[in-house]
C-alpha cells in the first residue's frame, strides 16, 4: 500500500491535499499503476478518433467539402459514435473505480481489471446520465452552481463501484459524504 487513505476510511476530516499526496505518493512507488487508467482511456477514445479520421479524410478528399447527404451521415454517426463512448465509460469506469479503490487500500491489479466493470454498467450509465445533465444545467446557470455540484457529485462512482449502490443511492451518499468538503 501507499499509507492510509485520507481520513482512515472513517468519517473524519480530510483535506483535498491530503488526498492529492496520498495519491502521489502512490504513483511515485508504482508507475505502472497509471497503465490500467491509459489503456482504459485509450479504448473509450477510439471509436471517436477512428471516426473522426475518416470523417477528416473525407473531407479532404472533397476538397474541403461535404455533399448534405455525407453531412447527415456523419452527423448521425457521430451521434452513433458518442452513444458508443457513453456505453464504453459505462462499462470500463466500473473496472477503472475498482483499481482505484484497491489501490488505495494496498491489494493488487491488473491491466485487465479494467475491464471487470460489467457488474456496475448500469449504475456507471445512469450516474453519467444524470451528472452530466445536472452538472450541465448547473453550468449553465453562471458555472459556480456546475462546479459546485461537480464537487458534491465526485464520489458516486466510487459510491457505486465500492458499496455495490444502485446509481441514485451512489448519487445522494456521495452528496452526504461531501458535506463540508464542496
Known amino acids: 500500500g501507499g499509507g492510509d487513505p485520507p481520513g482512515g476510511g472513517g468519517a473524519t476530516q480530510w483535506s ?7 495519491g502521489f505518493a502512490l504513483v511515485k512507488k508504482d508507475l505502472g499503476l497509471m497503465l490500467p487508467f491509459f489503456v482504459g482511456a485509450l479504448v473509450i477514445a477510439l ?14 478528399a472533397n476538397n474541403g467539402r461535404l455533399d448534405p447527404e455525407l453531412a447527415i451521415a456523419f452527423s448521425v454517426g457521430n451521434i452513433v459514435v458518442q452513444i458508443i463512448g457513453l456505453l464504453l465509460r459505462a462499462w470500463i469506469f466500473g473496472g477503472m ?3 482505484a479503490l484497491d489501490v488505495a487500500r494496498g491489494n493488487s491489479y491488473s491491466i485487465g481489471g479494467v475491464f471487470s466493470g460489467g457488474k456496475h454498467f448500469l449504475s456507471m450509465l445512469v450516474i453519467q446520465i444524470v451528472l452530466g445533465i445536472a452538472i450541465g444545467l448547473g453550468c449553465m446557470c453562471l458555472v459556480a452552481p456546475g462546479v459546485f455540484l461537480m464537487l458534491a457529485l465526485s464520489q458516486s462512482y466510487y459510491c457505486a463501484v465500492d458499496q455495490g449502490l444502485g446509481p441514485i443511492e451512489a448519487i445522494q451518499k456521495s452528496w452526504s459524504i461531501t458535506e463540508g468538503q464542496k
Open 16 to 22: 483535498p491535499m491530503d488526498a492529492v499526496g496520498f
Open 47 to 60: 471509436p471517436g478518433v477512428i471516426f473522426g479520421g475518416i470523417r477528416g479524410g473525407v473531407i479532404a
Open 97 to 99: 473505480f475498482q483499481i
